[in-house]
């Protein structure tokens, strides 16, 4: 979604541009059918937290986490690696040192 | 119509010198000839681990806030940056979106203008943040379009990335500073900024601000240069791009179809940036606060220690090399920006020698040429710095001369005179040729009247007024008195032939 | 009846004075399952031969004098959501089917430590999101008390495990309910201990901030003891507290002296299942009879709680899951053309329908220009929730309500419409957003025999006062002695 973007919630008017936008966003793949109910679904659970705009936040510090401590920190101090075999078992293809991928072109010479 | 504007700001990314990465404790180490060794659940991104914070990544990511005249943050935080991405295995970095641990800060530059000054210039910093580096995808290069490779090794090394302001007005300045801000990191221990081996990295955006045919003020679109791993390569990948622009500007006259920021990549080979496809969407990272890792508070005690961890910065070394040793800017330039023990060195030799001005023509010239000759640093150097001190000492007293501190100086280059410290091997060295300076002067004006009567057309021709006809006899006398001053040599010719 | 179907502390007491032996409770919990978990789905897998050499070996330490753990040949199932470096571990996904971690989880080391027999792995929503366990993609698990009903969810499995009497304690996790819930529709005991108390490393998160890994028993007693053994610090995760773990079991006899009882008339509204309500108050009256002083209590933020709920943890979600790209671990899919359709390919075809949902809902909230109306808003809404609590607790000591509006819905209820399902977590969810401890206890049936639940929560950190106050209602009753009969069960 691109900072021009309405920045006003949609509640319960979520459109099927916005399903493909999301879904982009996230590399979710879906099928016809899933757009189509994930366009009225999400909408309709979108149109229902728009209940919070009740909740009265003026000057409330967001809640990131149930806790709130801070500081914890780890002394600089090796651990365990994993094997190279273990690292790659469970990839879904490797060459035994490499986890291989399709070529990630992002390249395009002027 | 006035020249353009160039407009340049720099985001440095600095990985930290520290013995784990930033979550984890798997080797931080750059080792690209074993793949995938050093990992673990937490830097592979397996479901359920979870980061923890290394301490040894913040003391370093705040030393160089602080070196960097930054405000650090009473309280900061890491916030996920998501992306997809192979060798980002969790799909989101951790890194610092609105609290950084350090904002503002400022680095000052010695930039040689065209006209040949030197202009100091104060580059503003917008931040400092601590995030997470990611691993190395190697691209099938075949031309083929085989798989790309991922290597998770550098995956989470501990990275500072250094934002400044657009206050960079050239393409050699940007270079200045992206040396400045190596130099500094690597005097205070913050890390080994190796260039080789990716430990400073850097983007650059830039535009230009130039005037139209009706006078008005236009900017170029920002281009962002990506992934500049060299000084060579930040210098001319800006300068290419500059005039890019201006033809660009030139072409369109100044009416862009689409004025969003491009991203372009650098190729050294081609000396050409090109234009890269943007990720997909890449403009919306969703940043928020990770959950998995409280945010930390730094007290001003604590801070406090950092500081007094600080060592005294390389601009503000060369600034009392200048005014305090009395040293050109130009040596030195030289002494503190070969690095900290390189300039640890010279003041140690300095201090003891008692001849700031000596040390330096003897530690830029003689001690540096050795080095670059044997390709090693100061740390290995065989002459210590109290060695050094007193060679130069005896030349200052008159007992070497210059020439003969040079011979013996070689000597101990060679390893010669004997296994004792340097100052007993110096002794052995000057006692076994006879080095020592001939301090009777009866016996070296005995040796110059001889020279005289044996050079009369050159005694002759110097008398006329023709100094160079000194040379000659100058050399004469050194070959035959081993241990003579050449300067007491000088003036006693001089006070024979020029009474 | 089985020795599976025995309290924890029983068979804890009977192998350490040899009346039986962890092989023996082994092979009677495997027998169990081999009966009858086709028809329940408690596992996605059995570990039999692992399981029956650990009780072997503890046996003969045993017998040779050896010390050993607290839980020292006790079977214990563990929720396929925690990682398990000798098992499988699915999270109930087909993205991570055949995938066997190289690392054990915090609670998986703390549960080996203590000797117990790692027996299998549990059946669960996909990712731990549902309240079903029909969101598994292996299959759903019912309650074993009505075989066309759901266990609840999401862990459903450890759930249904213990009631069934496949194991005597079992892990599960729990993000807005999904210990507590399944717990309350399988009729055992299910407890959400404090954000903190236990150790999230190696639980593959669904919602960070929200996640705790906890306990499901017989009794209150076995919940105690295995919450013993799962608390504690871990330097590996930045959230664990470093206190001291207290010895939960040991008090557990003694009633809270002028025990505090708040509920909240919000619990009480329309929606709730008359048959429910006459169980939670038939408890409160047990409580009264015990002395207990019930009072009303104000949660002016309670009925956000659904909403906030809804955008924190999909917002999580979306980043927790996003790493299952179909690189370094995982499914790949071979249908695509190039990397960025190999991402939507992969993660398409391997995540079901709810996951994808929530992973949706979680980008929006997260996506530009949506952030602070979403999810900044509902971290505001989650302060207010917590102070509500925590004034709350300042009058009370437990605020009791029930755990969810129904008893176990039939197979294929909900799943047709989401709001609805997510509306039925509103009794549980506010424990996870304001990190509380929270426990899920029998109390009573419904008419045609589904299991009832009474829930309690308590401030952070008083686990002990919360499975104490527990215990006084277990005292008086005998809901948790029941035990599910299945069709052509001799017993």
Redesign the interface.
């Known amino acids: 979604?691109?900072?021009t973007?309405?920045?006003?919630?949609s509640h319960g008017q979520?459109t099927r541009e916005?399903?493909l936008k999301?879904?982009?966003?996230?590399?979710?793949?879906?099928?016809e059918s899933?757009v189509e109910?994930?366009t009225g679904?999400?909408g309709?659970?979108?149109g229902?937290?728009?209940?919070?705009?009740?909740?009265d936040?003026e000057g409330?510090?967001?809640?990131?986490?149930?806790?709130e401590?801070?500081?914890?920190?780890?002394?600089?101090?090796?651990?365990?690696?994993?094997?190279?075999d273990?690292?790659?078992?469970?990839?879904?293809?490797h060459?035994d040192?490499?986890?291989?991928?399709?070529?990630?072109?992002?390249?395009?010479?002027? | 119509m006035p020249s353009p504007t160039t407009i340049i700001g720099l985001e440095v990314h600095v990985q930290l010198q520290t013995r784990t990465k930033i979550f984890c404790g798997c080797a931080n180490r750059f080792n690209p000839d074993e793949p995938n060794v050093q990992t673990c659940p937490v830097c592979l991104g397996l479901p359920g681990a979870l980061p923890v914070m290394n301490r040894r990544a913040l003391e370093l990511s705040v030393r160089a806030g602080l070196a960097l005249s930054g405000t650090i943050a009473g309280l900061t935080k890491w916030d996920r940056k998501q992306y997809y991405y192979p060798d980002l295995p969790k799909a989101y970095q951790i890194s610092q979106y609105d609290l950084p641990f350090c904002q503002g800060g400022h680095l000052d530059v010695d930039v040689e203008q065209e006209n040949g000054e030197i202009q100091s210039r104060h580059i503003r910093l917008i931040r400092v943040h601590l995030e997470e580096d990611a691993g190395k995808n190697l691209h099938d290069e075949s031309g083929r379009g085989g798989d790309s490779r991922v290597d998770l090794n550098r995956a989470g090394t501990p990275l500072l990335e250094i934002v400044s302001e657009p206050d960079i007005r050239s393409a050699a300045e940007a270079r200045r500073y992206l040396e400045e801000i190596r130099l500094l990191m690597v005097y205070l221990g913050v890390s080994d900024c190796n260039m080789q081996e990716g430990s400073l990295r850097c983007d650059a955006n830039v535009n230009l601000e130039i005037s139209n045919s009706a006078n008005e003020s236009i900017r170029t679109p920002i281009v962002e240069v990506k992934n500049l791993n060299s000084f060579r390569g930040v210098e001319a990948a800006l300068v290419y791009e500059i005039s890019r622009q201006q033809r660009e500007f030139e072409q369109c006259g100044g009416i862009y179809a689409d004025t969003a920021k491009q991203t372009r990549g650098w190729d050294a080979d081609r000396g050409v940036t090109f234009a890269q496809r943007g990720k997909e969407e890449a403009s919306d990272y969703r940043y928020f606060p990770d959950p998995d890792l409280l945010p930390v508070s730094f007290s001003d005690e604590w801070i406090e220690i950092q500081r007094a961890e600080l060592c005294e910065p390389p601009a503000d070394r060369r600034r009392r090399f200048v005014a305090e040793l009395g040293l050109s800017e130009y040596d030195a330039g030289v002494l503190v920006d070969r690095g900290r023990e390189t300039a640890d060195y010279f003041e140690a030799v300095a201090t003891a020698c008692g001849d700031a001005k000596q040390a330096a023509n003897w530690v830029t010239q003689d001690v540096l040429r050795e080095l670059n000759e044997r390709e090693e640093t100061i740390e290995s150097f065989p002459i210590d710095a109290q060695g050094l001190a007193s060679l130069l000492g005896m030349i200052t007293s008159g007992d070497l001369t210059t020439r003969s501190g040079r011979e013996v100086f070689s000597s101990l280059m060679n390893n010669q005179g004997g296994d004792g410290s340097i100052v007993e091997r110096i002794a052995s060295i000057v006692e076994e040729r006879g080095l020592s300076a001939v301090a009777d002067s009866g016996a070296l004006e005995t040796v110059i009247d001889a020279v005289i009567s044996r050079n009369e057309k050159a005694a002759e021709d110097f008398r006329g007024g023709k100094d160079a006809a000194i040379g000659k006899l100058i050399g004469e006398v050194m070959r035959e008195v081993g241990g003579a001053d050449p300067n007491a040599v000088r003036e006693t010719l001089i006070s024979r032939l020029r009474p | 009846m089985t020795a599976c179907r025995e309290p924890a502390s029983v068979l804890i007491e009977r192998l350490s004075n040899g009346e039986t032996t962890s092989l023996e409770l082994t092979e009677a919990c495997l027998a169990e399952i081999t009966s009858h978990d086709g028809a329940v789905g408690a596992f996605l897998h059995v570990a039999g031969d692992s399981a029956r050499q650990a009780a072997e070996s503890i046996d003969r330490r045993r017998a040779a004098g050896e010390p050993l753990g607290r839980l020292a040949g006790l079977p214990v199932a563990v929720k396929d959501v925690l990682v398990t470096r000798d098992q499988p571990t699915t999270c109930g996904s087909r993205m991570l089917e055949g995938w066997t971690p190289p690392y054990d989880a915090h609670t998986v080391e703390k549960l080996r430590d203590a000797d117990a027999v790692l027996i299998g792995k549990t059946n669960m929503d996909e990712f731990a999101m549902g309240s079903t366990t029909e969101n598994s993609a292996f299959g759903p698990t019912r309650t074993p008390w009505q075989l066309d009903c759901v266990a609840g969810g999401s862990s459903g499995g450890s759930a249904a495990a213990v009631s069934a009497g496949f194991a005597p304690l079992a892990v599960g996790s729990d993000t807005g309910g999904s210990i507590r819930q399944p717990a309350s529709f399988c009729g055992v005991v299910g407890l959400k201990p404090s954000y903190g108390r236990v150790s999230r490393y190696g639980l593959v998160a669904y919602a960070s901030s929200l996640d705790q890994v906890g306990p499901f028993a017989r009794d209150v007693a076995g919940a105690a003891m295995l919450l013993e053994v799962l608390a504690g610090h871990d330097r590996r995760d930045g959230t664990s507290v470093d206190q001291p773990v207290p010895p939960y079991g040991q008090q557990l006899e003694k009633p809270v002296d002028g025990l505090r009882i708040g509920i909240c008339p919000d619990h009480f509204g329309d929606g709730l299942d008359p048959e429910v309500r006459e169980a939670v108050e038939r408890a409160l009256d047990i409580y009264r009879g015990l002395g207990a002083d019930v009072q009303e209590i104000e949660l002016p933020h309670s009925r956000f709680a659904v909403a906030c709920y809804y955008l924190v943890a999909p917002s999580e979600a979306s980043s927790n899951l996003a790493r299952y790209d179909g690189i370094h671990y995982g499914r790949r899919t071979d249908d695509h053309d190039g990397l960025v359709e190999m991402y939507s390919n992969s993660r398409g075809a391997a995540f079901g329908t709810e996951v994808k949902r929530r992973i949706m809902l979680g980008t929006y909230a997260l996506s530009a220009g949506y952030y602070d109306a979403y999810y900044l808003k509902a971290q505001k809404v989650r302060r207010l929730i917590q102070q509500d609590y925590s004034q709350a607790f300042a009058d009370v000591d437990v605020i009791a309500s029930p755990v969810a509006p129904t008893p176990a819905v039939r197979l294929g209820q909900l799943t047709d419409d989401p709001l609805q399902m997510y509306l039925a977590d509103a009794y549980t969810i506010s424990a996870n957003l304001a990190g509380l401890p929270g426990v899920s206890i029998p109390a009573g049936f419904s008419q045609d025999g589904r299991p009832i639940g009474l829930q309690l929560l308590a401030n952070a950190f008083t686990e002990d006062r919360l499975l104490r106050a527990a215990a006084m209602h277990e005292r008086e009753t005998d809901w948790h002695l029941a035990t599910p009969t299945f069709a052509g069960d001799a017993c």
């Open positions: 979604m691109s900072e973007h309405s920045a006003e919630p979520l916005d399903v999301v879904a982009r966003l996230a590399r979710l793949g879906l099928d899933e109910e994930f679904q999400l309709q659970v979108l229902y937290v728009g209940i919070l705009e009740e909740a936040t409330v510090e967001p809640l990131a986490g149930a806790s401590r801070t500081d914890v920190l780890r002394e600089d101090e090796p651990g365990e690696s994993l094997t190279r273990q690292a790659l078992s469970g990839a879904p293809r060459d040192r490499f986890f291989l991928v399709p070529p990630v072109l992002d390249t395009s010479a002027e």
